[in-house]
């Protein structure tokens, strides 16, 4: 049996918490299952880098922040490769490079394109305790690069695809998938099991227990996830397979994700190509624009507003003052965030959206933008009353039951 384990920053956050990730391996390993570990950089230090290059510029070059980030997996891998050898345990860390991972050249947010897993295979086929450093790999010219942040997910999943393991755990300082942020609602309650689908709405709206992509992977190669706790041994949540009895629950989870800004271009030309334009020049960025607002034009004039995290928020308004020529005025608001409910028992039932506005009404809570899709609702609203917003959530779909 092979496992592909991935501990996350707080996991490996200490050297006390890395001896304790040798001890949980050592644990699996006495049970016999091969064992692929993939880390994460200790909690903090990928902060603590992006700090550093920023004492220099607000913009470094992202084919250097690439090289300096990386090099945070690379000390957790090699330290618990060496704690494990230390306790007698044939262990060989590997950087991403090495572990034959290669990516595209979009320097800090590289998609994998291939893995070569015949040095990994060759490691386990010796018995070694294989140890991968997250988060990172290399383009076809050899260049480190980056897969966004919390990408060390993305490293295991993909890994376990690659490897055909039996199943990939994700480990953190939460015992599975909340109904929402446990940190922020106390009365969440642990699910069972998450389809895939839910998971990655739930991920992509700012639930940070998982990263986005690779629950999308996870997906796409059928990769049998658990979310864990290094900590405990509790059960964990199982991401899998949408069935039949979970359509059956309305809502499974909310979230709240403050890391949003929102920019309005007032006074635009109302024109056919001005939102291609627009649109275009920032996804040449690689800027993710996330809700859009067009209101109907009035004598040749509309405003536009869209939303981007707050880390694209400067790039964002560098690009617009490119289109200057082509609105009146532009304004920006840090001081928002995002709600958003997730269901697939949405597909087979209405009135879950106007719940929601309900509640947010009854909380005298202004919505300023909406967006939906067939499994989730979400809202921009003041950022004030972003967790307010989510405990009323919570309450009103009955998540705490
Ligand atoms: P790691 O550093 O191990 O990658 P993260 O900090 O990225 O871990 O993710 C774990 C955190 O995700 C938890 O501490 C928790 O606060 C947060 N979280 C947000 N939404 C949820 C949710 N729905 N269920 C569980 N945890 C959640
Ligand atoms: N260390 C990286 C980050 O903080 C990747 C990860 O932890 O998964 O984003
Ligand atoms: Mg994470």
Redesign the pocket.
């Known amino acids: 049996m092979l496992i592909v384990q991935?501990?996350?920053?707080?996991?490996v956050?200490s050297l006390e918490r890395i001896e304790n990730v040798a001890n949980r391996v050592i644990k699996a390993r006495s049970e016999g299952k091969d064992l692929v570990v993939v880390v994460?950089a200790m909690?903090g230090e990928t902060n603590k880098l992006i700090e550093y290059a920023h004492h220099f510029t607000t913009m470094p070059s992202k084919r250097e922040m690439d090289i300096l980030l990386s090099s945070g997996e690379r000390v957790t891998a090699s330290l618990l490769a060496i704690a494990l050898q230390a306790k007698g345990y044939d262990a060989i860390a590997l950087t991403g490079r090495q572990a034959g991972i290669v990516t595209d050249s979009i320097y800090t947010y590289a998609r994998i394109e291939s893995i070569d897993n015949t040095k990994m295979r060759q490691e386990i086929r010796n018995g070694k305790i294989v140890i991968v450093a997250g988060f990172q790999g290399i383009d076809a010219l050899g260049n480190v690069t980056t897969l966004g942040r919390?990408g060390?997910?993305l490293s295991a999943v993909a890994i376990a695809g690659a490897l055909e393991a039996d199943a990939c755990e994700?480990?953190?300082?939460?015992d599975?998938?909340?109904?929402?942020?446990?940190?922020?609602e106390p009365h969440?309650k642990?699910?069972d099991t998450i389809s895939y689908d839910e998971m990655l709405e739930?991920s992509s709206l700012?639930?940070?227990?998982?990263?986005n992509r690779s629950v999308e992977l996870a997906k796409k190669l059928g990769v049998k996830l658990y979310?864990k706790s290094?900590f405990s041994d509790n059960e964990g949540?199982l991401i899998t397979q949408e069935s039949e009895n979970m359509e059956a629950v309305l809502v499974s989870?909310?979230?709240l994700d403050k890391n949003q800004s929102r920019v309005t271009l007032r006074g635009v030309q109302d024109r056919p190509g001005i939102a291609a334009e627009i649109f275009t020049a920032l996804a040449e960025r690689q800027i993710v624009v996330d809700m859009i607002i067009q209101n109907v034009g009035t004598d040749g004039l509309t405003n536009l507003g869209f939303t981007v995290t707050q880390s694209d928020l400067e790039e964002a308004k560098q690009l617009m003052e490119s289109f200057k020529d082509e609105f009146g005025a532009m304004d920006f608001d840090n001081e928002v965030c995002k709600v958003s409910v997730v269901g697939v028992g949405m597909k087979s039932h209405s009135g879950v959206a106007a719940t929601a506005f309900t509640q947010m009404a009854k909380n005298g809570i202004n919505i300023q933008m909406i967006s939906t899709s067939e499994i989730k609702v979400s809202m921009i609203i003041d950022a004030k009353y972003g967790e307010l917003a989510l405990r009323e959530l919570h309450k009103v779909y009955e998540l705490d039951k």
């Open positions: 991935k501990y996350g920053g707080t996991s956050g994460s909690s919390g060390s997910d994700i480990y953190s300082d939460v599975g998938i909340y109904t929402t942020d446990p940190r922020i969440a642990k699910l739930l700012g639930a940070k227990v998982l990263q979310a290094s949540t989870g909310v979230v």
